[in-house]
Protein backbone atom coordinates (compact mmCIF):
# COMPACT_ATOMS: atom_id res chain seq x y z
CA UNK A 1 0.00 0.00 0.00
CA UNK A 2 1.70 3.47 -1.04
CA UNK A 3 2.35 5.47 2.05
CA UNK A 4 0.39 8.25 1.15
CA UNK A 5 -2.81 6.53 -0.13
CA UNK A 6 -4.53 7.29 2.86
CA UNK A 7 -7.72 9.09 1.26
CA UNK A 8 -6.36 12.48 1.37
CA UNK A 9 -4.97 13.10 -1.98
CA UNK A 10 -6.62 11.63 -5.16
CA UNK A 11 -5.37 9.30 -8.24
CA UNK A 12 -3.40 12.89 -9.79
CA UNK A 13 -1.41 13.13 -6.32
CA UNK A 14 -3.49 16.71 -5.50
CA UNK A 15 -5.28 17.09 -2.02
CA UNK A 16 -8.72 15.69 -2.44
CA UNK A 17 -11.34 18.01 -0.90
CA UNK A 18 -13.89 17.33 -4.10
CA UNK A 19 -16.23 17.40 -1.02
CA UNK A 20 -16.22 20.81 -0.34
CA UNK A 21 -18.98 21.86 -2.83
CA UNK A 22 -20.98 24.28 -0.27
CA UNK A 23 -20.33 27.98 -1.07
CA UNK A 24 -21.19 30.04 2.08
CA UNK A 25 -20.05 33.03 1.12
CA UNK A 26 -19.44 35.92 3.90
CA UNK A 27 -21.62 38.06 5.74
CA UNK A 28 -21.66 41.13 8.21
CA UNK A 29 -25.12 41.78 9.53
CA UNK A 30 -25.11 45.23 11.73
CA UNK A 31 -27.62 47.61 13.03
CA UNK A 32 -27.54 51.37 12.73
CA UNK A 33 -29.39 53.80 14.30
CA UNK A 34 -32.44 53.83 11.78
CA UNK A 35 -31.37 50.86 9.14
CA UNK A 36 -30.02 47.26 9.24
CA UNK A 37 -27.33 46.57 6.53
CA UNK A 38 -26.33 43.13 5.23
CA UNK A 39 -23.12 43.37 3.18
CA UNK A 40 -21.93 39.76 1.36
CA UNK A 41 -19.22 38.95 -0.18
CA UNK A 42 -19.82 37.51 -3.74
CA UNK A 43 -17.36 37.73 -5.80
CA UNK A 44 -18.02 36.66 -9.42
CA UNK A 45 -22.07 36.60 -9.12
CA UNK A 46 -23.83 39.08 -11.37
CA UNK A 47 -26.98 40.83 -10.65
CA UNK A 48 -29.29 38.18 -12.38
CA UNK A 49 -27.65 35.06 -10.31
CA UNK A 50 -29.18 36.91 -7.41
CA UNK A 51 -32.58 36.96 -5.55
CA UNK A 52 -33.71 38.61 -2.43
CA UNK A 53 -36.87 38.49 -0.52
CA UNK A 54 -38.10 39.71 2.65
CA UNK A 55 -40.97 38.41 4.36
CA UNK A 56 -42.25 37.51 8.01
CA UNK A 57 -39.13 38.78 9.28
CA UNK A 58 -36.99 37.10 7.21
CA UNK A 59 -34.56 38.20 5.25
CA UNK A 60 -33.83 35.39 2.17
CA UNK A 61 -30.75 35.73 0.02
CA UNK A 62 -30.56 33.16 -2.95
CA UNK A 63 -27.92 32.66 -5.64
CA UNK A 64 -26.86 30.23 -8.40
CA UNK A 65 -24.08 30.79 -10.19
CA UNK A 66 -23.34 28.77 -13.44
CA UNK A 67 -19.82 28.91 -14.64
CA UNK A 68 -19.20 28.02 -18.50
CA UNK A 69 -17.79 25.17 -19.45
CA UNK A 70 -14.22 25.71 -21.76
CA UNK A 71 -14.08 22.01 -21.70
CA UNK A 72 -12.62 20.76 -25.22
CA UNK A 73 -12.88 17.30 -26.25
CA UNK A 74 -9.58 15.65 -25.17
CA UNK A 75 -8.95 17.95 -22.35
CA UNK A 76 -7.12 16.73 -19.08
CA UNK A 77 -7.30 18.50 -16.26
CA UNK A 78 -5.18 17.87 -13.28
CA UNK A 79 -6.98 19.87 -11.02
CA UNK A 80 -10.85 21.63 -11.56
CA UNK A 81 -12.02 23.53 -8.88
CA UNK A 82 -14.33 26.51 -11.07
CA UNK A 83 -17.46 25.22 -10.83
CA UNK A 84 -21.26 26.13 -10.59
CA UNK A 85 -22.53 27.19 -7.21
CA UNK A 86 -25.34 27.42 -4.99
CA UNK A 87 -26.88 28.81 -1.57
CA UNK A 88 -29.18 30.06 0.32
CA UNK A 89 -28.82 32.35 3.07
CA UNK A 90 -31.85 33.76 6.02
CA UNK A 91 -31.89 36.03 8.78
CA UNK A 92 -34.38 37.03 10.89
CA UNK A 93 -34.57 40.29 11.23
CA UNK A 94 -37.56 42.47 13.16
CA UNK A 95 -39.05 45.46 12.82
CA UNK A 96 -38.51 46.10 9.45
CA UNK A 97 -40.11 48.90 6.94
CA UNK A 98 -40.77 45.92 4.21
CA UNK A 99 -41.40 48.86 1.08
CA UNK A 100 -38.14 50.64 1.74
CA UNK A 101 -35.32 47.85 1.45
CA UNK A 102 -32.76 48.37 -0.90
CA UNK A 103 -29.90 46.00 -2.71
CA UNK A 104 -27.07 47.43 -4.86
CA UNK A 105 -24.47 44.99 -5.88
CA UNK A 106 -20.77 46.47 -6.80
CA UNK A 107 -17.26 45.20 -7.72
CA UNK A 108 -18.70 41.44 -6.30
CA UNK A 109 -20.09 43.39 -2.91
CA UNK A 110 -23.75 42.76 -2.00
CA UNK A 111 -25.55 45.61 -0.01
CA UNK A 112 -28.77 45.39 1.36
CA UNK A 113 -30.29 48.12 3.43
CA UNK A 114 -33.52 47.33 5.46
CA UNK A 115 -34.59 50.52 7.23
CA UNK A 116 -36.59 50.24 10.88
CA UNK A 117 -39.92 51.03 11.31
CA UNK A 118 -40.48 54.32 12.14
CA UNK A 119 -41.77 54.81 15.74
CA UNK A 120 -45.00 57.50 16.58
CA UNK A 121 -43.30 60.16 18.83
CA UNK A 122 -44.51 58.54 21.85
CA UNK A 123 -42.45 55.33 21.01
CA UNK A 124 -45.03 53.25 20.13
CA UNK A 125 -44.93 51.05 16.83
CA UNK A 126 -47.56 52.72 14.31
CA UNK A 127 -50.72 50.36 14.27
CA UNK A 128 -52.89 50.56 10.28
CA UNK A 129 -56.11 50.51 10.74
CA UNK A 130 -57.70 48.18 8.60
CA UNK A 131 -60.88 49.11 6.93
Do not use: C, H
Not at 16 to 45: N, T, W
Not at 83 to 92: A, E, H, L
Amino acid sequence: MPMFDNGFLNDTGFWDDSREFAFVPKVDVKELSDSYEVVFDLPGMKKDDLSISYSDDVLTVEAKSEKSSDEKEGDVYLRRERFSSSFKRQFVIRGVDEKAVKASLKDGVLRITLPKIKESADGSVRRIQID
